[in-house]
């Protein structure tokens, strides 16, 4: 089973709740660098990145510090992270993020906040 | 392995002293302090670091240097008491961000030459003792038994303890150790131990390991300090294994003062590494291996003792075969933090000789220089040999490349004749005999046969095989492949007459890691001219020096390149990548650092490091010259094996037209044209490098890159 957050760009307007919602969760402030789901407007269209929990950067972590739980989600185990990023770097998504000054390396955990602030349900959890 | 005598063990341990320390945080990449250890009184005291020290030296190499210098005399021979092993790991070392940030380096006086060795080796002790508290451990005296020295960076607690149970052999006593120390089962990591094998009993040519707990294998593995005897000196010491416990680690232990340049840095060199490695050097999927076929192609792979550089056989040992064998997909840095993962592993091998036969081992390796050293040098075709001479190197304590080396010369003398079966006690050293080359290993270990007159390296063999069996020296001069006492490692140089230099010249004895510069000179023909030759073997050298200063490697450097580098000014250097250590280094240490300020670091330690060489007895001119087999064809069949490219050097570049002439005499004109190209480059090579004709620096040169110390000058003006 893996549990992971479903983007619908086409019902995006960019009004970037979601990215409030997961930084003021996770950070206590409303920055989008430090957002785990990160919007961006293009004349295509919107863009939703977020991790779609491949799993990829699990096997990248030499201290065992991405570990995959229950419900199919990659976590990072902050006691064992040494913050090299070799998991931002081999995130084929891009959606393994750092900010500036930080140690950790942090990452969508689809517990679905985002979702929930979302006016035009262009994000929800989905199950596979 | 099995766990169930490991209490048994540790309970018949019996401490001898024990040292306790405030514990600190490092500040700005240093701890401004090192441990000093004596076995032969138990004495254990901490050092300070002044700033002279760290303006003079930096860290890492220059500490060992430094220290060992103030302990050792004129007239220290290897295994005098006072003689040193010093460890040290440098401001740079152990940070998580860059790749390749987690080396030690190694020095002690050295069997082989009697000049001071030095080796840069990964695996997480360096960086546990440096988070422990100490910027360099030094390891001078001898014990009366077998001892281990373990450093508690958790308590700030260093004991030495006698260690009788525990075995020798690497593979099995780090694992010993890792669980006696690790805190519980599960905490493995933490534990980092240096030890170095049954053979450093007996032979010359050794080794230390340096381990890292592998969790995704559950095993030790190990990562060699491999030249120049190392294992030797430190069982001469009775040193059982140096242990750390460190579990503090995290992305800021060493308190950099920039870390978001570090950070970014390292992200930038990550990203480049997650692109471009699988189209350059594919170092993820098959390490340093990756070169077999590539030096094959270009005449550079040595097989028969150096004779040759290429041959159809090759392909058995192409890095495909060692691609296979390894375990794919794993984190493989030896130091947290290197997303290029060059040290692979092949897992559950079976020896199928010696004590071990039979049972499942993860052997660290093949790299290049042990597939070239152990496998074609040797004409050794089944990859599968090469990693159980791999596997017995590693876990005897053997030096991988002066073992093939030294096996190799073995081997042609057995071809010449000049040693036979009798010498040999019974084994037929005939080119591609895998079987004897295990059992030559196998003796080294137990002390007897052969095996321990092959393991005291090519020089000793040398003068054995001349005085005791009669043969011609001249002959074994120019094949054995030896210099200052040091075996050559594994590329061919014949063709490239900065390499002969970048071999010859190195200070320690003829290591490609001070310069390999055969694509620069005779594939591209960059450096035509003496004085381009003399400017890369000052600016390579200098610039690989500095990464024995920070604590770093030199493979994230050049063995993946930016995507535009071929587009710069100066490719060889990588520019791009230069930048990213100047960097690092001020973002780590805030201290101001650009290009020449990183060259002027390491040419203080370097000069340094040659006027020890002097002070102990090596250094001269006389001392850097190669055997003939470094620099062209010493038989006649290797000489007609390439006849047209000789003819035509003769012709182009000696002025000599060859027809007519007797393949003998052409040899003696290539061999004076040759010899005296040499002379040439090292005329060069000393003037640019400050030095004397005779290899001396100049008390100008010293004064002007700020190595002018009372006992520095003393010493050169010996030699003026």
Redesign the interface.
């Known amino acids: 089973m893996k549990k992971y957050l479903k983007p619908y760009p086409d019902k995006c307007i960019a009004c970037r709740a979601c990215e409030s919602a997961c930084s003021m969760l996770y950070f206590k402030e409303d920055s989008a660098e430090k957002s785990c789901i990160r919007i961006s407007e293009n004349a295509a269209g919107n863009d939703i990145n977020v991790c779609n929990q491949c799993q990829t950067c699990v096997?990248?972590?030499?201290?065992?510090a991405l570990k995959v739980n229950a419900q199919g989600v990659v976590m990072v185990d902050k006691n064992l992270?040494?913050?090299?990023?070799?998991c931002?770097?081999?995130c084929p998504t891009k959606s393994m993020h750092?900010y500036?000054?930080g140690?950790?390396p942090f990452k969508c955990v689809a517990c679905g906040m985002c979702a929930k602030s979302c006016p035009t349900e262009a994000i929800a959890i989905g199950q596979e | 392995m099995d766990t169930s005598n490991i209490n048994a063990m540790k309970a018949n341990h019996r401490l001898l002293t024990e040292y306790k320390y405030d514990l600190k945080p490092v500040i700005k990449g240093y701890n401004r302090r090192t441990l000093y250890i004596n076995l032969s009184h138990n004495i254990i005291k901490e050092k300070y670091v002044s700033d002279e020290m760290i303006e003079k030296f930096v860290g890492g190499k220059g500490f060992d240097l430094k220290l060992m210098w103030d302990a050792v005399m004129d007239t220290t021979k290897w295994n005098d008491p006072e003689n040193e092993i010093v460890i040290s790991f440098g401001p740079l070392c152990g940070n998580t961000n860059y790749p390749g940030s987690g080396k030690s380096i190694v020095t002690t006086i050295s069997p082989l030459t009697g000049i001071p060795v030095d080796c840069n080796v990964g695996g997480h002790f360096g960086p546990y003792t440096k988070f422990s508290g100490f910027d360099a451990l030094e390891l001078q005296g001898k014990a009366k038994e077998d001892v281990i020295v373990f450093i508690d960076g958790d308590k700030g607690i260093v004991q030495i303890f006698t260690a009788p149970d525990e075995d020798l052999n690497s593979h099995i006593v780090a694992e010993q150790f890792i669980h006696e120390f690790a805190d519980e089962p599960g905490k493995e990591q933490f534990v980092s131990v240096v030890s170095s094998g049954q053979a450093s009993d007996h032979v010359l040519i050794t080794c230390l390991n340096f381990s890292f707990w592998d969790k995704r294998r559950q095993v030790a593995r190990l990562k060699q300090a491999g030249r120049g005897g190392t294992g030797t000196v430190f069982r001469d010491k009775h040193i059982k294994a140096l242990v750390v416990k460190y579990s503090g680690l995290k992305g800021d232990t060493n308190h950099p003062v920039d870390i978001e340049t570090l950070q970014k840095t390292g992200l930038r060199l990550h990203k480049e590494i997650e692109k471009g490695d699988s189209t350059q050097c594919h170092m993820r999927e098959m390490g340093t291996a990756h070169l077999m076929e590539v030096m094959n192609d270009y005449d550079l792979l040595p097989t028969k003792n150096f004779k040759y550089g290429q041959t159809d056989e090759a392909i058995g040992l192409h890095s495909k075969e060692f691609k296979a064998l390894f375990t794919q997909g794993v984190p493989d840095g030896c130091w947290f933090g290197c997303s290029l993962s060059c040290c692979k592993a092949v897992d559950n091998f079976k020896p199928r000789t010696g004590p071990y036969k039979g049972q499942p081992v993860c052997v660290d390796g093949p790299e290049y220089e042990t597939g070239a050293g152990c496998g074609s040098n040797l004409f050794i075709w089944d990859p599968k040999d090469v990693v159980e001479i791999n596997f017995y190197c590693d876990t005897y304590g053997v030096d991988t490349i002066s073992f093939g080396t030294s096996t190799a010369f073995a081997m042609e003398c057995y071809e010449y004749g000049i040693i036979d079966i009798m010498h040999t006690g019974g084994l037929d050293l005939e080119w591609g005999n895998a079987d004897a080359v295990l059992e030559l290993l196998h003796q080294m270990a137990r002390g007897e046969g052969f095996g321990i007159i092959v393991g005291q390296g090519v020089r000793r063999m040398k003068k054995l095989f001349a005085e005791k069996y009669c043969a011609d020296s001249d002959l074994l001069h120019d094949i054995g492949m030896e210099a200052k006492g040091l075996e050559y490692s594994q590329y061919m140089s014949k063709e490239s007459l900065a390499q002969q230099g970048g071999y010859t010249l190195a200070l320690k004895g003829p290591q490609h890691d001070e310069a390999w510069l055969i694509f620069m000179d005779m594939v591209n023909n960059l450096i035509p001219t003496f004085e381009d030759k003399a400017e890369a073997l000052h600016y390579f050298p200098m610039f690989r020096t500095w990464f024995g200063l920070q604590g770093l490697c030199k493979l994230p450097w050049n063995d993946i390149e930016p995507e535009d580098n071929a587009t710069t000014d100066e490719p060889a250097k990588v520019p791009e990548h230069v930048q990213n250590y100047v960097d690092i280094y001020t973002a780590v240490t805030g201290k101001p650092m650009d290009k020449k300020m990183l060259i002027r670091q390491s040419e203080r330690v370097y000069n340094f490091q040659k006027v020890f060489c002097l002070r102990m007895g090596g250094g001269k001119r006389i001392d850097d010259i190669p055997p003939y087999r470094a620099m062209g064809p010493v038989t006649e069949e290797e000489y007609l094996s390439r006849q047209e490219r000789y003819d035509k050097a003769l012709k182009e570049k000696a002025f000599t037209n060859p027809e007519g002439m007797s393949v003998q005499d052409k040899m003696k004109v290539l061999r004076t044209y040759r010899y005296n190209q040499y002379d040439q480059l090292v005329d060069a090579v000393y003037k640019r490098k400050g030095w004397t004709k005779e290899g001396i620096p100049t008390l100008e040169h010293l004064k002007e890159i700020g190595m002018d110390l009372p006992e520095v000058l003393e010493v050169v003006k010996r030699f003026l």
């Open positions: 096997a990248t972590c030499p201290t065992l992270c040494i913050s090299c990023y070799m931002v770097a081999a750092r500036m000054n140690l950790n």
